[in-house]
């Protein structure tokens, strides 16, 4: 299992910028991807970001590309998402997640693919 824990949310106004970290711990070495999701106050749980651990390929959510980077720190076993341009939108509580099975590569970017969890940072966007 891996262990995740995420940093960096907060209140901020519409256009400005956040960035958040995820910390991973545990049995890191397995890890295949790592990514991004959001779950916003009445909706369901979404896929944002996600990096590949080996060769740093990204994937994004249409609704975020063009604003938000996802990069990772092999070394420090974190990954990161720079959020720019930021809307209220945007508001959500940001979820960081790990595949240490590949599973990404038979489910792609749904949540089945990921299986160890962050607890979750709020993201608030003001207009």
């Known amino acids: 299992q891996v262990q995740l824990v995420e940093s960096g949310g907060g209140l901020v106004q519409a256009g400005g910028s956040l960035r958040l970290s995820c910390a991973a711990s545990g049995r890191t070495f397995s890890t295949s991807a790592m990514g991004w999701f959001r779950q916003a106050p009445g909706k369901e749980r979404e896929f944002v970001s996600a990096i590949y651990w080996s060769n740093g390929g990204t994937y994004y959510a249409d609704s975020v590309k063009g604003r938000f980077t996802i990069s990772r720190d092999n070394a420090q076993n974190t990954v990161y998402l720079q959020m720019n341009g930021l809307k209220p939108e945007d508001t959500a509580v940001y979820y960081c997640?790990?595949?240490?099975?590949?599973?990404?590569?038979?489910?792609?970017?749904?949540?089945?693919?990921?299986?160890?969890w962050g607890q979750g940072t709020q993201v608030t966007v003001s207009s």
């Open positions: 997640a790990a595949d240490t099975t590949g599973s990404i590569y038979r489910w792609g970017y749904r949540e089945a693919a990921f299986g160890s």
